[in-house]
């Protein structure tokens, strides 16, 4: 059986001259009608649409793309090692996001880690040949050399979270202050007096946040901040049960704990019930994420539900905007735009 348009192996490709005469048009005018020109008319452009289906014609999008100064690809990069990406939900999710939002484009999307120095030396050659359109930079921490070494070559990018309130690039976050202060306020009042906070890294500018949003709700309900209730933690489930031995040693009589993600409420989970605390009559338990680990645990787990996946969507119309609003003479790149997403508190009955 034989498909229309289809060609075998060995057949010569048509040319954009042969659609041309199959059509009864200009070279031009075929080129315009490929590349969605609105300066046609519906007769011609249905023309041109028939004489390619009918010649199974393919565009050479490289070509077109190297004429334009473009690759069609976009750089999803992640400067953390391998197996965090694998264990925490927060990446699959803003993997997902950014995907949906790329199906309807011809854009690539490459997944690059540079978590050691060897990998962010052959990033910054890869970077430096421009042989993508643009960056997406997800989980930067302060002190991180890519977002300058993006700025310096002028390639348009887009990060998950500011560096700091002074950020540079177009970023896109959710409300980690606001998100860490509803935390907290339910907890106060279910009633609990020492709340402890497990941090996330504090050299993420969110996870700052979520202290600042832990502490001033606390101030604001009367409650002096212990800061021997606040521990740092690393995000991951190890870190969650370093901190939550600490915090025990320290506090032993704490009846809450706030945990700056779901992973690390599940590592701080495991100490408490080693300690034979329960959940939540003796401690109440509340993470961050809402990731399918808080639907799973036992008790499920409250959660602040960060809306990653629209961040990634979100993260993709900005740096589609940036590469659009380049200006191809000068080199330089439309305003900076920061997008904060609302958070929302999931309660369930750790809490």
Request: glycine content about 8%.
């Amino acid at each position: 059986m034989t498909v229309k348009g289809e060609r075998g192996r060995g057949a010569r490709r048509p040319t954009l001259e042969e659609v041309a005469v199959r059509a009864g048009v200009g070279r031009g005018t075929v080129s315009r009608v490929i590349n969605g020109s609105p300066r046609v008319s519906d007769a011609t452009r249905a023309a041109v649409e028939a004489a390619v289906a009918e010649l199974g014609y393919v565009p050479n999008t490289a070509a077109r793309a190297l004429a334009a100064n473009r690759t069609d690809a976009i750089a999803l990069v992640v400067p953390e090692p391998e197996t965090r990406f694998f264990a925490e939900p927060y990446f699959s999710d803003m993997v997902s996001g950014v995907g949906a939002e790329l199906a309807d484009t011809e854009m690539q999307l490459l997944l690059i880690f540079a978590g050691s120095d060897r990998e962010r030396r052959r990033l910054a050659q890869y970077l430096a040949a421009h042989r993508v359109d643009g960056v997406l930079l997800v989980s930067v921490h302060a002190d991180d050399p890519l977002p300058d070494l993006l700025a310096q070559l002028e390639i348009p990018a887009v990060i998950s979270g500011p560096r700091s309130a002074r950020e540079t690039l177009t970023s896109v976050d959710s409300d980690n202050y606001g998100g860490a202060r509803s935390a907290v306020e339910h907890l106060l009042s279910r009633g609990r007096g020492k709340i402890a906070h497990i941090t996330g890294r504090l050299d993420v500018y969110g996870a700052q946040r979520r202290v600042d949003g832990y502490r001033e709700a606390l101030r604001d309900a009367g409650h002096e901040v212990d800061e021997l209730l606040v521990e740092p933690g690393d995000f991951t489930e190890q870190g969650g049960r370093r901190a939550m031995s600490v915090l025990l040693e320290r506090h032993p009589d704490l009846d809450a704990v706030f945990a700056g993600s779901d992973v690390m409420a599940a590592g701080a989970r495991q100490v408490l019930r080693g300690a034979g605390r329960r959940i939540p009559d003796d401690v109440a338990l509340v993470g961050y994420d809402d990731s399918a680990i808080a639907r799973h645990m036992e008790p499920p787990l409250t959660s602040v539900r960060q809306p990653i996946e629209e961040m990634g969507r979100a993260m993709i119309d900005l740096l589609l905007a940036e590469i659009a609003d380049r200006r191809p003479a000068e080199g330089r790149i439309s305003e900076r735009r920061h997008a904060v997403l609302p958070t929302e508190l999931v309660i369930r009955a750790s809490s």
